[in-house]
């Protein structure tokens, strides 16, 4: 692993795996990730916790910061929550997270 980098994996809604690099430094999240490699994430907000457009699944044992009260509402009115739900746009890129396995939720009943 080259400094700075980290290995995730991203399964997109085909059931396809994605591994990807992504860079610690640059304060990037796994919504940015997903579009940097044209994965089919919306990020209509830009990443402020203020749409579901990049609603993931965590599949991996990874332990991620609690969800923030902003993040929890986005939540409540997203398609196909389940107790492993988050937004990629909050899942921050970081040394911690090296590994992480998410999956792409459905989008508005696909």
């Known amino acids: 692993m080259q400094d700075n980098i980290i290995q995730v994996t991203v399964v997109d809604r085909e ?8 860079p610690t430094d640059m304060a990037m999240n796994m919504m940015e990730v997903c579009k940097s490699y044209e994965l089919p994430v919306e990020g209509t ?3 402020m ?4 457009s990049c609603h993931v699944y965590v599949l991996s044992d ?5 969800p923030s ?3 929890e509402n986005m939540l409540d ?22 590994g992480l396995i ?9």
Do not use: M, W, Y
């Open 69 to 71: 009260e902003d993040e």
């Open 45 to 47: 907000c830009g990443g």
């Open 77 to 98: 009115q997203a398609f196909f929550v389940k107790s492993n739900s988050r937004l990629g746009c909050q899942i921050k890129i970081t040394e911690v997270i090296d």
């Open 102 to 110: 998410v999956q792409l939720a459905p989008v508005n009943g696909e």
């Open 49 to 52: 916790a203020l749409c579901a």
């Open 15 to 22: 059931g396809i795996e994605h591994n990807l690099e992504a």
């Open 62 to 66: 990874h332990e991620l910061s609690e």
